[in-house]
Structures are given as C-alpha cells and as structure tokens.
C-alpha cells in the first residue's frame, strides 16, 4: 500500500477500528492532539515519522500530514529541525504555552467560573466576534460578547470587563438558553458518550488491546473531547438544563484515559522518538495529568 493509499484503522484491533466509523479527522487537528498528549509533557519534540505513524492508522496520508506540519510551521505553532536524514518539529514557546493551558482544562478540576464581558471598538468586528465565539463566548450584539473564563488574546481595540453574578435564579439558565447553543453542544457529548461508553465496555481492562492500539485509542479520546471542551461555554451548573452531560462526559474520560495510559505510554517510550532518542515513558508533567485524573 503506498504512503498515500490508507485505510483508517488497518492494523488496529476492532474495537478501536469501530471508533473511527463516521469519524472524520482532520490531519492538522489531530497532529495537535498529538503533541498536546503525548509531544508537550515530553519536551516539545518529536520526529515527522511518528506523527505519520499515527496518523495513517486514522486513515491520514503521509502528504497530508506533511502539509499540515508545513502549515502549522508558517502558522507558528512548529519549528522543524534536522539531524542527519531524519526531520524533528518542535513546538513554540509561545504553542507551548498555549498546550499547557489547554491541558489544565482537559486533565485538572472543572475550571472555575469567570464571567467576562468584551465589547469590540473600531472597524469590522466580525472576525473577532468570530474568534471568540470559537472559544465558547456568545454573541449578544455584533460588538459585544460574555463568557464564562478569561477571553483569548485580542487586539488592542477590544474592551473586557470582569463581571460578578449578583442574583443566582432561573434567569440565568434563560439568559443562557438563549445566548448560546446548549443543543448543539449537548449533542457532542452525548455522541462523545456513545461512540466512547461503548468502546469501554467492550474492551474492559484494555488486555485485548495492543500498546499501539491503547495509545491510538487515547489519542482519538483526547481528540473528540478536546473538539467539546475549547468550543463549549463552560457555564455553571445554575446555567445549565436539566441532565447536562458534561459530567458524565468527564467522568468517562478519565475512566478511560487512566485506563489506556499503562499501555500507551509504554508504546510512546519503546518507539517515539526526539533529537536526542527514545521519548521517556513517563515524565513528571504526564504523571500529574494522570494524578489529577484520579481524583476526579
């Protein structure tokens, strides 16, 4: 089969194999959930063969996830690197950091509450009224937007307010009804909860699975969680309707991360690999993760 001729889930178990029906993945997607999972608590660096590795047992080519590297290059997010034949991409101080954060939303406690109004001066507010909608603010008028955390980087011309609830009543789940698309996000978890509650049933203690399997199978499950948690609102449970499946959401998730972890970070030390050899199996930052998902 040339690099280019790739069926998703060739080689893998079956239960994993079924988490990729009606799954479609973008390359520079899912080379970032790469490097937030595995890549970052490890030092940042990792050679292209590995992420093409990966990403062909998602169904992604080798051309694709060059181009997305490429992009991601121009974008700011990698540096590439050579030694000898071999090219490593290293995350930027600035993606780094940015990783980092992320991860405190993915594997810390269910992150506080910290409304924030922000109100765009000046000429064409529609991209960055955009922008913050991507982060999970909602719109209330073309120039202003709330949110429940602190709002993106944002130009100089952007005003943010911090603002404190003073009444807890059925008023806010309304507001909240109204300002943004619960629906729509419900729907994602519920989804999230079919395609994953499932697969953890069939597959018990991980002892059918392969250490390849365990980590790819960790990565799609960071990966569709991660598409939920940066979009949605983060609202309080006060704002929220009755039966919000976030929390059984979350629990899954680190059910099942913690899980598939042994197996997968065996994998990740035995063969991915940086420009100074074998990644270590375990770090002091991806033992936290798995610290704080325990105590959920």
């Not at 209330?140 to 009543?169: I, S």
Request: aromatic share 10%; glycine share 8%; hydrophobic share 40%.
């Amino acid at each position: 089969m040339s690099p280019d001729n790739v069926k998703p889930g060739d080689g893998l178990n079956k239960a994993v194999e079924a988490l990729l029906v009606d799954l479609p993945i973008k390359a520079a997607s899912f080379i970032v959930t790469i490097y937030g999972d595995v890549v970052e608590p490890r030092g940042g660096v990792v050679w292209i063969g590995n992420l093409i590795e990966a990403c062909k047992s998602v169904g992604i080519t080798e051309t694709l996830v060059r181009t997305a590297v490429s992009r991601l290059v121009t974008a700011g997010r990698l540096v590439g690197e050579r030694e000898g034949r071999r090219s490593f991409y290293r995350l930027t101080e600035t993606a780094q950091a940015e990783f980092s954060q992320a991860a405190s939303l993915f594997y810390g406690p269910e992150p506080q509450v910290r409304w924030q109004f922000v109100l765009i001066n000046g000429p064409a507010p529609e991209e960055i009224m955009q922008g913050l909608e991507r982060d999970g603010f909602a719109r209330l008028n073309p120039r202003l937007a709330v949110g429940t955390h602190p709002a993106p980087p944002l130009p100089g011309r952007v005003v943010v307010f911090d603002a404190q609830l003073a009444t807890e009543n059925g008023a806010l789940r309304e507001f909240a009804e109204e300002a943004w698309n619960l629906p729509r996000f419900a729907e994602a978890y519920h989804d999230f909860l079919r395609r994953f509650g499932s697969f953890s049933q069939s597959v018990a203690d991980c002892a059918v699975l392969s250490s390849f399997d365990c980590l790819i199978a960790r990565l799609l499950l960071v990966h569709q969680y991660r598409l939920i948690m940066l979009r949605e609102p983060h609202l309080p449970k006060s704002a929220l309707p009755e039966g919000w499946p976030g929390d059984e959401a979350r629990h899954l998730f680190a059910d099942l991360y913690l899980r598939l972890s042994q197996k997968a970070e065996g994998y990740v030390g035995r063969y991915f690999v940086n420009d100074a050899g074998t990644l270590q199996e375990t770090t002091s930052a991806s033992q936290a993760r798995l610290s704080r998902l325990e105590f959920r």
